[in-house]
Nanobody
């Protein structure tokens, strides 16, 4: 089985920083695109940032200049460095990966259970 487990969320003051991590584990052959999404209360889930296996990145407008997505392919781990956090960044942050598990040998989308980020004074 494949699991994505996020960590690093918490409570931070406006202007502060957090680093989220997402570790993929299990019977994984390869991972292509990975990304961070977030869902604020009463809102739809939205893309924050994504990164390909070749490390090409894409950011939502709200994240540009403040967030940095990266990955360590040797550890199957995804990161999101978040700086200059604002109250509107408060949300549950979800990790996503498109990967090929050795159980099916077909590319599939996997999601973590999420980690809460709260930005408040």
């Amino acid at each position: 089985q494949v699991q994505l487990v996020e960590s690093g969320g918490g409570l931070v003051q406006p202007g502060g920083s957090l680093r989220l991590s997402c570790a993929a584990s299990g019977r994984i052959f390869s991972i292509s695109d990975m990304g961070w999404y977030r869902q604020a209360p009463g809102k739809e889930r939205e893309l924050v940032a994504s990164i390909t296996s070749g490390r090409t990145t894409k950011y939502a407008g709200s994240a540009k200049g403040r967030f940095t997505i990266s990955r360590d392919n040797s550890k199957n781990t995804l990161y999101l460095q978040m700086n200059s956090l604002k109250p509107e960044d408060t949300a549950v942050y979800y990790c996503h990966a498109n990967l090929i598990p050795t159980t099916t040998w077909k590319a599939m989308d996997y999601w973590g259970k999420g980690t809460m980020v709260t930005v408040s004074a």
